[in-house]
C-alpha cells in the first residue's frame, strides 16, 4: 500500500481545492487506500508540525499545493535528515523558474501561464457581452515536469502533457 500527503497552507486559494480533488481522483483511479490523513494544512516550515505529518512514518510521497510550499517543505525535511528522493519524495504545482535550482530539483506542474491569461480576458469579454450566460470552467492543458524530486534519474527529465478540456 502506498502513503501519501497532500500539503496546503491555510487560508489557501481556491485553485487548491481543484488540485486536491484532482489529487483524490488519481488515488482513487490508481485503487490506492490512505490510512492516514491524506489532507495537511500547516506551515510547511514549521518543524513540529511536519514532524508530526510524518507520523507514524515517512509516507512514500507529498504532494504539495504550490512550489513555494514545496521548496519550504523540502528545506524543513533536509533540516530533519530526511533525504529527497530516497526517504520520500515531493512533488509541486507551478513550476516557477528556481524549481530546477533547489537542492533536488523539483518534480512539478507547469501552468500555461500566457494561456491563462488570454482565457481569463477571453472569458471577462463574453461575461461583459453576455452577462446572463451561465458560469463555466475553463480546463487548459498543462504538463507535468519530472525531475529528481520523484525519484527520476537527473538524465531522465521529461515533460508530459495534458488534452485541454472546457465544461
Not at 48 to 71: R, S
Not at 113 to 137: F, K, L, N
Request: hydrophobic share 40%; with cysteine; proline share 7%.
Amino acid at each position: 500500500n502506498r502513503d501519501f500527503r497532500f500539503l496546503a497552507r491555510p487560508g489557501y486559494s481556491s485553485t487548491t481545492d481543484l488540485r486536491l480533488a484532482g489529487c483524490r481522483e488519481a488515488l482513487a483511479k490508481a485503487e490506492l487506500i490512505q490510512n492516514r490523513p491524506l489532507v495537511w494544512c500547516g506551515d510547511p516550515a514549521d518543524l513540529k508540525f511536519i514532524q508530526e505529518m510524518l507520523l507514524p512514518g515517512i509516507p512514500d510521497a507529498i504532494l504539495c499545493t504550490n512550489d513555494q510550499t514545496a521548496a519550504k517543505l523540502m528545506q524543513t525535511l533536509s533540516s530533519m535528515g530526511v533525504r529527497l528522493p530516497h526517504d520520500v519524495r515531493v512533488v509541486g504545482f507551478d513550476d516557477v523558474k528556481y524549481a530546477t535550482l533547489l537542492s533536488v530539483p523539483l518534480t512539478t506542474i507547469h501552468q500555461p501561464c500566457r494561456a491563462i491569461g488570454h482565457a481569463a480576458v477571453r472569458a471577462m469579454q463574453e461575461r461583459i457581452h453576455h452577462p446572463d450566460r451561465t458560469p463555466q470552467q475553463i480546463l487548459l492543458p498543462f504538463t507535468l515536469v519530472v525531475r529528481d524530486s520523484c525519484g527520476a534519474p537527473s538524465a531522465q527529465h521529461i515533460a508530459l502533457h495534458s488534452q485541454s478540456k472546457s465544461e
